[in-house]
């Protein structure tokens, strides 16, 4: 498994399996600029007043979608490189995709609790 920023977020976001995350693991061990990166995504993420990125042209690292496409690893390989430079280069976007990544891990990994009365209303 190669270390880039999406398994990097995975790793960060406990998504690995147990043996991927070992891997993962012990290559970051031994990457100094991964290490470094992962410093950086926590300190992005929970820095206050931090903007959102600037709207974008389809296709760039500020629209939504791509970023979407990014996280679902349906992002074309021609514009991967493109995006991930954009998100390494801004804390601005490298906060947005590692809170988006966050956020659908948790969502997607939690039960949805629907109160009793609103099952019932539905």
């Known amino acids: 498994m190669r270390l880039t920023l999406r ?3 995975a790793y960060l976001d406990d998504t690995l399996s147990p043996a991927k995350a070992r891997e993962i693991g ?3 061990a031994e990457n100094p600029q991964a290490q ?3 410093d950086r995504i926590k300190r992005v993420t ?3 007043g931090l903007a959102t990125p600037p709207a974008g ?3 760039s690292a500020s ?3 791509t970023v979407a496409e ?3 690893d349906t992002l074309p390989a021609d514009q991967l490189a493109q995006f991930e430079a954009a998100c390494l ?6 906060a947005e995709v590692a809170a988006c990544h966050q956020i659908l891990t948790l969502v997607l990994s939690e039960q949805v609790r629907v109160p009793p009365m609103a099952r019932k209303r539905m």
Do not use: A, M, Q
Request: no cysteine; net charge negative.
């Open 70 to 72: 990014y996280l679902s």
């Open 89 to 94: 280069e801004s804390d601005v976007h490298l």
């Open 57 to 59: 042209t389809e296709g």
């Open 7 to 9: 398994t990097l977020l």
């Open 46 to 48: 929970r820095r206050r």
């Open 36 to 38: 470094e990166l992962i």
């Open 63 to 65: 629209d939504p979608n």
């Open 26 to 28: 012990l290559k970051v």
